[in-house]
């Protein structure tokens, strides 16, 4: 499992693609953040906050992730190298594992230089340094724990085909469904009584619970039972193939 860990980050690293998406995330963010008028821009809001960071990070991510794990288990298939992998005294469960940690490690990584956002925005402040960080700390919480699942759909989408397109387009398309899908659906008409349960469902309100800076032991339940649901699936779904 760990060599597994260690070629998908050498992987990801030693192509441009890699800097590329990393990159554009953190382009796209500053942009949005710092540069652009808008409800996200921190200098035209008149607060120090980063709200706008967490706010705009869920919609990034969309794209982000599937990007960053399109590739993990489909150029596999599409080389040939998952033969060699499998033929291995290795279980599918540890391939799958060794690449949704190094999906963990590369989003940890990405969201490492927004923290100069957070030393920027106390400098702002006034006075100096006040800034709510119990919030900034359960934000970032649970952010990476929303970008935890999106790494899980997406390597649940990578098994399913050798076309990293299509990979991108499963775990884009499954991303947004489990984000906003179900707060979609509870507010369509006819089913208010069970708007809080379709709601619940959901990764959004979850993520925006967190993001308050109250980390619930139902939010986390949650988000480790997302995460397992498609690993599992993963696994079954290598299994199929081995």
């Known amino acids: 499992m760990f060599t597994i860990y260690l070629k998908e980050i050498k992987t990801f690293f030693s192509a441009l693609q890699g800097y590329i998406i990393t990159g554009l995330f953190l382009l796209s963010t500053a942009l949005f953040l710092w540069v652009i008028p808008g409800s996200w821009n921190i200098p035209e809001s008149g607060y120090a906050t980063l709200n706008g960071l967490f706010e705009l990070a869920p919609w990034l991510f969309l794209f982000f992730v599937p990007a960053m794990t399109m590739r993990m288990l489909a150029d596999e298939y599409r080389t040939g190298t998952i033969e060699l992998i499998v033929t291995r005294p290795v279980l599918p469960s540890k391939i799958v594992a060794g690449k949704y940690l190094a999906g963990l490690t590369l989003l940890f990584i990405t969201l490492l230089p927004t923290l100069i956002w957070v ?110 649901f498609f690993l599992v699936a993963a696994n079954i779904s290598l299994k199929r193939r081995k």
């Open 119 to 228: 030393f920027s925005v106390s400098a702002m402040a006034l006075p100096v340094g006040n800034i709510d960080g119990g919030a900034i700390l359960g934000s970032y919480i649970a952010l990476f724990l929303l970008g935890s699942s999106y790494v899980a759909i997406g390597v649940f989408g990578s098994s399913l085909t050798d076309n990293q397109v299509v990979a991108f387009l499963i775990t884009l398309a499954l991303s947004f469904l489990t984000y906003s899908g179900f707060s979609l659906l509870g507010s369509a008409p006819g089913i208010n009584a069970i708007t809080g349960y379709m709601e619940q469902l959901g990764i959004e309100s979850h993520y925006l619970s967190m993001s308050r800076g109250v980390i619930d032991s139902r939010d986390l339940l949650y988000f480790i039972s997302v995460n397992l």
